[in-house]
């Protein structure tokens, strides 16, 4: 069934609680729904997809066109007795709450995205990811609406050209072309302890952990860790609104890295990839060019992970935007790194 409000609050579908409205919004339960609006021709006016708001940040605290949610959070469970068993999500399920589901059921593929905020539609669009996984690591299939063409097809998760934060759907030539509306995870009943992430290990309480320690731990102690990890440096999302992560970690040539040592006289905080670029850390970035007590406005930066920009007490769209154009002109004077912004914003 599809719910229309004209002239919405969205404010409560966004993470940040910056109080946000839309021209439409369209809340839907089934792909034949989303064929509907197609047939009524929703798509061919201004719209977007929104999914648990934890990624956009509205500038004007108004969008004209149309907003299209799903309502659709199911979870059917396929394979149970086997040891890869298969979790099919609707759009609108809390990454979050998959992730716990998973690591009940004693399930591993999920525990290290534990606490991210915003819907497994959300995640799929982005590779959302955090303390060493990415959403891509345990998607298989997702089942993806094309508005161009009104019709629903099953894509293997290999084709969607998942990186770094990145993947086809955020491409400019599909800008708002696809809407996904469920995701299939494979998990795993083998244990697959991912601790790659250092702090993790520490969290669970060991200086080292031996392979033996490691093979015996469960999908919950994981998620335990990662939840009092994310607790310790992000904002408890009840109390100060964020997008997460506002910018990406930029990455850079090995040359380019040489010069930015040259032009600040210090090195940056980074880890290298296997191609011999190297990702910086853009929370040291922001923090060595002296950005941590900015604000604008009701927007401040999160004093333990100023990556993250926050709705301190009633931030406007606007401070937040202005904010953040502060930050990464200091941090292009201080180092000569243009900050990317992860957050999409809406205008
Ligand atoms: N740091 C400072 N000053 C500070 C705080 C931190 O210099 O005041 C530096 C330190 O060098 C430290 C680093 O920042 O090593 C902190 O890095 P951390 O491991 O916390 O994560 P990150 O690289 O800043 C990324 C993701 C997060 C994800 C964490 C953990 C991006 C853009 N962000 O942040 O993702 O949770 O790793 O895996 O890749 C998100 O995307 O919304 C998000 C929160």
Redesign the pocket.
Known sequence: MIKQSENADITSLTTFGITAGCGSLFEYDTDSDLAALHSQGVFRRPYITLGGG??LLFVNGFYPGAVITSRNDSVTWRGLDTDFPLMECGAALQLDRACSLAAEAGLWGLENLSG?PGSVGGAAVQN?????AEFADAAVTLKVFDTRTGQTAEMPAANCGYG??TSIFKAPENSGRYIITAVTFRLSRPCRANLS?R?LTEALGYDEITAEAASALTPRQIRTAVLAV?DR??PDPSKAGS???F???PVVSADEYQQIICLSGMEP?GHRLPDGSIKL????L???AGC?TLTCGGAALW??????LVNASGATGADVATLAAEVSARVRQRFGVTLTP?VIYIR
């Open positions: 934890s990624n991210i959302a990811g955090a303390y060493g770094y934060r992430y702090g994310r440096k992000l997008a997460g992560s910018f990406k970690n905080s850390s853009a929370a040291w922001i923090d060595k941590k004093p333990s992970q100023p990556l993250v992860e």
